[in-house]
């Protein structure tokens, strides 16, 4: 089946609905920003990778390191436009460290442990570990693809070979993947299998030579398809319905149009008056210290939000997302080169080794928000 962009009605309809959208917390008109500082950006993330890899609590078996949602994965999406800013001929050091892991763990699938251990951690985390594993290596390797040699590699494909049969088929997951919960938002959460499920559907979509119109997984996607429309079922949180919306800027056809244009309209109604988005306005999450989330503007909330509408088709001159990029902006640290963003799960102490996960992800999701207009 092949995989169609957005027709053109679609996105006039976007552009017309962010130009013209007003809410009572509709971004004010930004003033002229600085821009992103990408060779801060890069420092930041390959500094952050280097230190996830050394971390004890990443080794496992054969030699190599876990990959993360926090971590791994925003610096494996972000870094290639990075790169493309910066001039750079080569991945670094460090990433080449870290896909060195993902293909050996291919290759030996079968002889690897799983990340997490059902008789150490408890069930189910074997099969949920595997998942995650299995849906991240896709991706990565699908990501390193489309910036190296523009064809789906050897491995790439034994990737997916080892992710298809990880897909549930009954139950309330039927068509999604296990997820790691550890009761840890957003990532590692009873909700997260709905970002577990985009990421599969985004490293299909992105898949070179058209890999997601292989007759061979016509049911798995069409099975993927039926799972994250759910999302929409339920009481889900707007999190979660904006998280599916970027996984159908990769692969139309997820959602309606009338469902994409509704979770249009929620992400841009729950826009702060200074173009960014606050954890608080994205779900009902509680903290396990008892300490409020807060309604201020956030980095990571900020990011996603910016890289699901750029996604969906929302345009870059449109004024709440020019808002929303001035916010990054304005907010990257000038000294680190990170976007600071805030735990959702406790308030975390400034040397805890966990302080920095979701910086990490607001970095990377940012640089992804900003990718079009990036500058050395």
């Known amino acids: 089946m092949q995989i169609q962009p957005p027709r053109r009605s679609l996105v006039m309809a976007l552009a017309a609905l962010a130009c013209s959208l007003v809410t009572p917390g509709q971004a004010a008109e930004p003033a002229p920003a600085r821009t992103w500082d990408a060779a801060g950006a890069a420092r930041y993330l390959d500094g952050r990778l280097e230190w996830w890899r050394t971390w004890p609590k990443a080794k496992r078996d054969h030699g190599t390191s876990c990959i993360s949602c926090h971590t791994a994965l925003p610096v494996a999406l972000a870094r290639p436009a990075l790169r493309q800013a910066l001039g750079e001929r080569q991945t670094s050091a460090i990433e080449q460290a870290m896909y060195a892991d993902i293909t050996k763990r291919v290759r030996m699938w079968r002889d690897v442990e799983p990340f ?150 929620e992400v841009l109604a729950a826009q702060g008056s200074d173009g960014g988005w606050s954890l608080a306005r994205l779900s009902d999450w509680r903290r396990r210290d008892g300490a409020p989330v807060s309604d201020d503007s956030d980095g990571f909330a900020t990011a996603m939000m910016a890289v699901a509408l750029k996604d969906a088709g929302a345009p870059a001159g449109a004024k709440p997302m020019r808002a929303a990029r001035a916010w990054l902006i304005a907010h990257q640290s000038r000294e680190t080169g990170g976007l600071p963003a805030a735990s959702i799960n406790k308030v975390r102490e400034p040397t805890a080794d966990a302080h920095l996960f979701m910086t990490d992800a607001a970095t990377g999701f940012a640089t992804l928000a900003l990718a079009d207009e990036l500058k050395p």
Not at 186 to 201: K, R
């Open 116 to 265: 997490y251990l059902d008789q150490k951690s408890g069930l189910p985390k074997s099969s949920e570990s595997r998942a995650v594993e299995a849906v991240l290596n896709a991706l990565f390797l699908v990501t390193r693809d489309n910036e190296t040699t523009g064809r789906l590699g050897d491995d790439t494909r034994q990737a997916f070979a080892n992710m298809w049969p990880l897909q549930m088929q009954t139950g309330p997951l039927d068509g999604g993947f296990p997820w790691l919960t550890f009761k840890l938002e957003p990532w590692e959460s009873e909700t997260a299998a709905y970002f577990g499920a985009s990421l599969a559907a985004i490293a299909v979509a992105r898949a070179p030579g058209n890999y997601a119109a292989s007759p061979e997984i016509a049911p798995n996607l069409e099975a993927l398809r039926d799972y994250l429309r759910t999302a929409f079922e339920g009481k889900s949180s707007l999190f979660t319905r904006a998280t599916v919306l970027w996984a159908d800027g990769a692969m139309p056809g997820i959602l309606t149009p009338a469902q994409r244009r509704a979770t249009i309209d």
